[in-house]
């Protein structure tokens, strides 16, 4: 019995490889997306932060250092603006972003992270170091390396908010 368990185990482990091997690369990419985000959302709620929702996360990982208009974040989101609009609305009432001037434009607002967002987001950063070191245990320093150098390659073709976005 113990053999043909064995056998069992090696032939599924040979068919979850194949399978993986099958699968796109856009589902592949998203798969660890997927992981790092559920980290992120695992150590906000360890650190007593259980009001912020994945879309509201979403949105408020894409707050530029000196904040960001509604339109940006929609688009960065890939959401409508008056999702975006709601979300930023939840998010300002729960105290994580307030809403400021644009000092460029005076009609227009800008979402900035409140104190709270920024312990938030510092609540955060052991769990995408632990990730991050989890992967690296498994895949090793040289190729974990070289996944971010690669990533960081095609961030300059497929990233329209990079400054210097190529394609």
């Known amino acids: 019995m113990e053999a043909s368990t064995s056998e069992a185990s090696t032939s599924e482990a040979s068919t979850s490889d194949a399978d993986a091997e099958e699968l796109p690369l856009g589902v592949l990419l998203f798969i660890p997306s997927r992981a790092m985000e559920?980290?992120?959302?695992?150590?906000?709620?360890?650190?007593?932060?259980?009001?912020?929702?994945?879309?509201?996360?979403?949105?408020?990982?894409?707050?530029?250092?000196?904040?960001?208009?509604?339109?940006?974040?929609?688009?960065?989101?890939?959401?409508?603006?008056?999702?975006?609009?709601?979300?930023?609305?939840?998010?300002?009432?729960?105290?994580?972003?307030?809403?400021?001037?644009?000092?460029?434009?005076?009609?227009?607002?800008?979402?900035?992270?409140?104190?709270?967002?920024?312990?938030?987001?510092?609540?955060?950063?052991?769990?995408?170091?632990?990730v991050e070191a989890q992967w690296t245990a498994h895949i090793g320093p040289e190729r974990m390396a070289q996944l971010r150098e690669t990533l960081k390659m095609l961030r300059e073709i497929t990233d329209p908010f990079l400054e210097n976005h190529t394609s």
């Open 38 to 130: 559920a980290a992120t959302m695992e150590g906000l709620a360890r650190a007593g932060y259980t009001d912020m929702t994945v879309a509201q996360a979403r949105i408020a990982a894409q707050i530029e250092r000196g904040g960001s208009r509604i339109t940006r974040l929609a688009a960065a989101a890939q959401v409508t603006k008056q999702t975006a609009g709601f979300l930023v609305k939840q998010l300002e009432q729960a105290g994580y972003v307030e809403r400021v001037p644009d000092p460029t434009d005076g009609r227009a607002q800008l979402v900035k992270v409140a104190a709270r967002g920024h312990a938030a987001r510092a609540e955060v950063v052991p769990a995408l170091e632990e």
